[in-house]
């Protein structure tokens, strides 16, 4: 299965997010507990944990970067050779991946 992997709504009160550090690459597999992504905002650090096991398949936003809630961070996958939608981008992405 394909997921979406969207940024958090961490902070109450909070509506956009920086990407500090990835802490793999595409292909690199996550069990659940991982650490996936460091984010911050203007007022915390945030530490992403994998909520499930699945393979990093996409990074849709770089360190540096500033996204809204809600908006998709990166894809994963269950298998390594799952085909991504391809077409409307993040509007295929409907199944969220499970973080804690």
């Known amino acids: 299965m394909i997921y979406k992997l969207s940024v958090p ?12 550090e990835w802490q793999g690459t595409p292909g690199t597999a996550f069990e659940a507990g991982d650490l996936i992504v460091e984010l911050e905002t203007h007022k915390a650090v945030v530490e992403v944990r994998a909520g499930q096991s699945g393979i990093l398949r ?36 409907k199944v969220e991946f499970e973080i804690t």
């Open 58 to 93: 996409e990074l849709r936003a770089e360190p540096g970067d500033w996204r809204g809630i809600g908006l998709v961070l990166a894809v994963f996958s269950d298998r390594a050779d799952e085909a991504i939608p391809a077409g409307d981008g993040d509007a295929d992405l």
């Open 9 to 20: 709504a961490a902070v109450p009160g909070v509506d956009e997010i920086r990407i500090l």
